[in-house]
Nanobody, 124 residues
Framework: VHLGVSGGGSVQAGGALRLACVRS????????IGWFRRAPGKEREGVAR???????AYADSVKGRFTFTKDNALNTLYLQMDNLRPEDSAMYYC???????????????????WGQGIQVTVSS
């Protein structure tokens, strides 16, 4: 499975960005797609996840501001990020798991495939 990530960039606080995660068109079943981020000097943080059964979960820090959507025809999943804050600045990663995971924001160690990171910078 290959995951391609796009859509990062720089915005001012209160602005919006949409990240895209495009999966390769292979036959491997993916149960969970997750978004993670890592800011300099901080540990990797789970941001959001979308399961194949429609389950979604968001970190408390982004609830109400970030939304996970998908376009099945394009094999693409999006993370819409609204009302961005400077503390959202980080490298963002898309990841996938090929087995079901506990219904929560879980550690990235449980994921099997990772896309390249993309920078999001929010200025105050």
């Amino acid at each position: 499975v290959h995951l391609g990530v796009s859509g990062g960039g720089s915005v001012q606080a209160g602005g919006a960005l949409r990240l895209a995660c495009v999966r390769s068109t292979d036959t491997e079943i993916l149960f969970v797609i997750g978004w993670f981020r890592r800011a300099p000097g901080k540990e990797r943080e789970g941001v959001a996840r979308l399961d194949s059964d429609g389950f979604t979960a968001y970190a408390d820090s982004v609830k109400g501001r970030f939304t996970f959507t998908k376009d099945n025809a394009l094999n693409t999943l999006y993370l819409q990020m609204d009302n961005l804050r400077p503390e959202d600045s980080a490298m963002y990663y898309c990841a996938a798991a090929h087995n079901p995971l506990r219904k929560a924001i879980v550690d990235g160690l449980w994921y099997h495939h990772w896309g390249q990171g993309i920078q999001v910078t929010v200025s105050s």
